[in-house]
């Protein structure tokens, strides 16, 4: 999974490539490091080989003689593997000379096939001595006098050495790049935190409108991002203006047409049955149907703005104070968990949504109504996928209830399962087109208390 995070990308990557770029530096400063040992080691044993060449010499009995001193005391101690051998080739028949560390042991020899001699009629290869040393050898073969006598000399070095060194270098090398990684990256996480502090501000900010503390980007930006919070703003400015308008122009709409329907209404009283009560049912009807589309173009206006919210507990309280002065003969409970939940509606809308359930709940109702909000889970089937915050708002009560087929029914716009109750069977079908404005939805099932429980499902702000 990607991290959503801009800072936690930035560290990851810087990370991952300083992290690649030390084990790299690490591995060719290590191998470049062995190379040079090796070559130097090698300089070693040649240089003690020409030393054993010029301490040997053909004595008058035609016999190998000398005593090389080497100035390492490695060649006189025992199975140390550091030797030194001179060895007869050819028709001369004398003794080989060796130092006294090699004792009775031998050192296994390749072949001239296996390992052939270089330009310089020198060679080098690797063995394992008697005493399970490895060793590294330097060969090559000399001509001792004018008589063509011939040997050929050997040095061993242990390897041990070598290894020991080049392992005391690369772990001084790899805790010197530890330190080093980690304080390069700590810097670099510093110096990341610090360039990336102004888009922290600027979320800060987007956190504070979304929430309703604040109507702007406030604060200094550096000018890589100070235009778009200009742009912002002046969205924010500009939805705002949208808002008022769209408020100002429902609001004409809505006068314009509130006389000529209500004239209707009074005339339809003075007319006689049933074309008076034809006329008022159809005038009720008319002002019910555009209320709702004038709501419907209010809240299409507003939806998208980060400016509609308000506070759910205060305005079911008064819902619930109304409520109880109309139905004095019925309970009310309110319950609101956790306190300070924020929906991203309008007042009014919150309050004709859950103010027409609680109507139907109360005239429906035994003796008990119920109103329970609390959040709801984050992935909403059917909701906007692109919100994450939902709240549920339950209205139960204990009356009669509906039936699974009577739900369809009742959710229809105009339709009414108990004539005997006064309305015109718009309520839940308006409660329904609210709350699909808000991408939210309404539905209808048995309430743990017996009756009809109504679940609003609205969009909330984290």
């Known amino acids: 999974m990607k991290p959503q995070s801009l800072t936690a990308r930035v560290l990851l990557v810087s990370t991952i490539w300083a992290v690649a770029a030390l084990v790299v530096i690490g591995v060719v400063i290590s191998t470049l490091y062995r190379q040079g040992s090796e070559r130097g080691f090698q300089d070693l044993l040649r240089a003690q080989l020409y030393n054993v060449i010029n301490s040997v010499v053909v004595n008058d009995k035609t016999v190998l003689a000398g005593s090389p001193q080497l100035g390492d005391l490695r060649f006189s101690q025992p199975q140390t593997g ?18 006294t560390s090699l004792g009775n042991g031998k050192l296994p020899i ?34 001792l006098d004018i008589q063509g006598h011939t040997a050929r000399f050997r040095v061993a070095g242990n390897r041990d050495v070598l ?104 005339e339809a009283r003075v007319l006689e049955a049933p074309h008076g009560d034809l006329v008022k049912t159809q005038a009720d009807a008319m002002q019910m149907q555009v209320q709702s589309y004038l709501n419907r173009a209010r809240i299409a206006a507003q939806r998208e703005s980060v400016l509609a919210r308000m506070e759910v507990e205060p305005a079911l309280e008064r819902l619930v104070r109304v409520m109880r002065r109309l139905h004095p003969e019925k309970t009310f409970e309110l319950s609101v968990s956790p306190p300070g939940l924020m929906l991203a509606m309008e007042q009014q809308d919150v309050e004709e949504t859950v103010g027409n359930l609680l109507d139907n709940a109360a005239r429906y109702a035994d003796t008990k109504v119920r109103i329970i909000a609390h959040p709801a889970e984050e992935n909403i089937q059917g909701g906007d996928p692109g919100r994450r915050h939902w709240i549920t708002v339950d209205v139960e009560d204990d009356g009669p209830g509906l039936e699974p087929d009577q739900i369809a029914v009742a959710i229809k716009r105009g339709k009414r399962l108990d004539e005997s109750k006064p309305g015109t069977g718009l309520g839940l079908s308006i409660v329904k087109e609210i709350a699909g404005e808000y991408h939210g939805k309404l539905g209808l099932s048995r309430a743990e208390i017996g009756g009809l429980r109504a679940q609003l499902i609205l969009p909330g702000i984290s």
């Not at 030194?84 to 130092?99: A, H, K, N, Q, R």
């Not at 390749?110 to 008697?130: A, G, N």
């Not at 005493?131 to 090559?140: D, H, K, P, Q």
């Open 110 to 143: 390749p072949s001239v096939d296996e390992v052939p001699f270089d330009i310089r009629y020198e060679r080098f290869y690797t063995t394992t001595d008697s005493f399970g040393n490895s060793v590294e050898v330097a060969e090559t073969e000399v001509v």
């Open 82 to 99: 550091w030797y030194w051998i001179v060895e007869p080739i050819g028709e001369f028949d004398t003794p080989t000379l060796m130092s």
């Open 163 to 266: 290894e020991s060194d080049i392992n005391d270098f690369n772990r001084n090398l790899y805790l010197a790049l530890s330190i080093f990684g980690f304080g390069g990256l700590g810097m670099n996480a510093l110096a990341i935190l610090f360039g990336l502090r102004p888009l922290d501000q600027a979320r800060r900010s987007l956190e504070k409108i979304r929430a309703g503390e604040s109507e702007r980007l406030d604060g200094e930006f550096p000018r890589e991002i100070q235009p778009l919070a200009s742009e912002v703003n002046a969205l924010i400015d500009s939805n705002r203006r949208i808002i008022e308008r769209a408020r100002m122009q429902v609001g004409n709409l809505a006068h314009s047409l509130k006389t000529p329907i209500a004239v209707l209404i009074n």
